[in-house]
């Protein structure tokens, strides 16, 4: 392998890299969004319609989880 397909190999990479990042960064921020909610959930009395709006919004979050963990896998190293 020459040096210019070394760095070609480097370059792509680190761009996969990044990607991975990028989107591990993304799921954890909704996860966090997700505490948020349990957090306020166990932390007030809450009406049926309300635990029904959080669990609306709980399920919303899981279901960007679940892409972004098939988008993380389908990232071709």
């Known amino acids: 392998m020459n040096k210019g397909e070394e760095q070609k ?3 792509q990479q680190l761009q996969w890299a990044k990607d991975q990042d990028r ?3 993304e ?3 909704k996860l966090y969004e997700m505490r948020a909610i349990a957090e306020y959930a166990a932390n007030h ?3 049926a319609d309300e635990v029904e709006l959080l669990n609306d919004q709980l399920r ?3 279901g960007e989880i ?3 963990e098939q988008r993380l896998h389908s990232v071709v190293h």
């Open 9 to 11: 190999e480097f370059l």
């Open 23 to 25: 989107i591990l960064a």
């Open 27 to 29: 799921i954890e921020a």
């Open 66 to 68: 679940d892409s972004l």
């Open 45 to 47: 009395e809450l009406t």
């Open 60 to 62: 919303e979050l899981k």
